[in-house]
Each structure stands twice: as C-alpha cells, then as structure tokens.
C-alpha cells in the first residue's frame, strides 16, 4: 500500500467516523424531541381532563337548577289559583323586592353624586396647577 492509497483511506475512515457522529447526534436529538413531544402530551391530556372536569361541573350545577326550577314550576303549577286577584302575591313579592332594591339604588346614587364632585374637585386643582 502506497503513501496515497494510506491517506485516501485514512480519510474515508476519518469520513466514515464523522458520518457515524453525526448519525449518533441526530439520534440522540431524535430520542431527546420523543420524550419531550411525549411530556408535552401528558401535559395536554391533563390540562384538557381539568376543562372536561370543570365543565362537566358546570353541566352538573346547571341540570341540578334546572331541575330545581321545573319542580319549584311543577309545585305552582299544582297549586290550586285562588280565586281573587291571583295577581296579588305577585305583586306583594314585587313590592318586597323593590323596597329591598330602593336602599341600594339611593347610595348607589349617593356614591356615584360623590364621585362625581370628587372628580369635579380634581380636575379644578388640575387646572389651577396648570396655570401657576
């Protein structure tokens, strides 16, 4: 074997071992992507059994008040119609629940009056410090 036919072939082998290198770190960056698409895959399916689980809850708070509301219509519906005015628990209810309300709309009104002449108030001292 002549001194060009030891180089070529020193070279093929340093060729072919470079080649297996890169063969062993693509290898190894493919196994290393597996594991992590295989992480990020359990970390989907969990995070996706939370939503289910939640809005399987949800679904169930719901079709417990809706069955609430068909008994509670049912119930009515039994009920035998006094025969005055019908329209009078009706409205003794109605009567209840707008002197709850009135109490909170008065301070509501109170407060928004006051956070209006607080804001009124401020945007004076604005503008007299813009001229001084």
Same mark, same amino acid.
């Given at each position: 074997?002549?001194?060009s036919?030891?180089?070529?072939?020193?070279?093929?082998?340093?060729?072919?071992?470079?080649?297996?290198? &890169? =063969?062993?770190?693509?290898? @190894?960056?493919?196994? %290393?992507? /597996?594991?992590? $698409?295989?992480?990020?895959? +359990?970390? #989907?399916?969990?995070e996706?059994?939370?939503?289910?689980?939640?809005?399987?809850?949800?679904?169930?708070?719901?079709?417990?008040?809706?069955?609430?509301?068909?008994?509670?219509?049912? &119930? =009515?519906?039994?009920?035998? @119609?006094?025969?005055? %005015?019908? /329209?009078?628990? $009706?409205?003794k209810?109605? +009567?209840? #629940?707008?002197?709850?309300?009135?109490?909170?709309?008065?301070?509501?009104?109170?407060?928004?009056?006051?956070?209006?002449?607080?804001?009124?108030?401020?945007?004076?001292?604005?503008?007299?410090?813009?001229?001084?």
């Amino acid at each position: 074997m002549n001194m060009s036919e030891t180089a070529s072939l020193v070279q093929l082998q340093k060729r072919r071992t470079d080649l297996e290198n &890169e =063969l062993s770190s693509a290898t @190894q960056r493919e196994v %290393a992507l /597996e594991k992590e $698409l295989e992480k990020l895959e +359990e970390e #989907l399916a969990a995070e996706l059994e939370e939503r289910i689980k939640a809005k399987n809850t949800a679904v169930e708070r719901l079709e417990s008040t809706k069955s609430d509301l068909e008994k509670r219509l049912r &119930e =009515l519906q039994e009920r035998p @119609q006094p025969s005055q %005015a019908p /329209e009078e628990p $009706l409205a003794k209810e109605a +009567e209840a #629940l707008e002197q709850e309300q009135q109490p909170a709309e008065a301070a509501d009104i109170d407060i928004q009056a006051q956070q209006t002449e607080e804001t009124r108030e401020r945007h004076k001292e604005e503008k007299k410090r813009k001229w001084y």
